[in-house]
């Protein structure tokens, strides 16, 4: 079936430098993508979202970057910090206002 | 503004138990829902709710009641416990006005063990 997914489990980064993580989506009618920050033990924390009439979006250190033509999302930190260590979602809004989630990529920052 | 707050944090029940998992938002948020997280998978939808006395099924319902009897509170009740229902439970809830392109904002998390 359709699904978010990430293209890897695991990303590890020096303090400093700059992540990207992916992800792959294959519902070319999906309208509406979040990426999500958990933290070990917490809840999914809202990063940034972006819409499919959008190419890209800036907020405070991220920036996602969406490719319609070949259906892939991408999450960019910049200047990452021992804070940024967590796991990160996409999310697909598929079907209304219920959401589908990859299985997400475990960011760690090596200092 | 607590956002969304989730109670027990942790429960330990014994197979056949039952039990209810409370939500509760101060955002006056339409929708809410509940979703489980397993290792190595992504978050899975249970059951939602688009507004005060709805409810609708998700992903996997099996297993799982829910009640929304207050805009501000969804229940998530586990009438006959198994194994299988270990897991991480989230709730979530998102405004409704952006006919739903909206973000969910989550909550804590309970740790339910099924013995």
């Known amino acids: 079936g359709e699904s978010v997914g990430l293209h890897l489990p695991t990303l590890s980064v020096q303090e400093g430098d700059n992540s990207i993580i992916n992800c792959a989506y294959s519902n070319s009618a999906s309208d509406y993508f979040i990426w999500y920050k958990q933290e070990s033990g917490k809840g999914p924390q809202f990063i940034i979202d972006i819409r499919s009439n959008m190419d890209k979006r800036q907020g405070q250190r991220v920036t996602v970057l969406l490719n319609k033509t070949v259906k892939h999302l991408s999450l960019q930190i910049a200047a990452t910090q021992p804070g940024d260590s967590a796991v990160y979602f996409c999310a697909e809004n598929m079907v209304g206002y219920k959401l589908s989630f990859g299985a997400g990529t475990t960011v760690t920052v090596r200092a | 503004n607590a956002g969304v707050t989730q109670t027990p944090k942790f429960r330990v029940l014994k197979t056949g138990q039952s039990m209810t998992l409370l939500c509760a938002q101060d955002?006056?948020?339409?929708?809410m829902y509940w979703y489980r997280q397993d290792p190595g998978m992504g978050l899975r939808l249970i059951h939602y709710s688009v507004g005060e006395g709805t409810t609708a099924k998700g992903e996997v319902p099996d297993g799982y009641n829910v009640s929304r009897l207050k805009k501000q509170n969804f229940l998530l009740g586990l009438e006959s416990a198994a194994p299988s229902q270990t897991s991480v439970y989230f709730c979530a809830s998102s405004p409704g006005t952006s006919g739903g392109l909206d973000t969910q904002y989550f909550g804590p998390g309970t740790r339910l063990t099924v013995l």
């Open positions: 955002m006056n948020h339409e929708y």
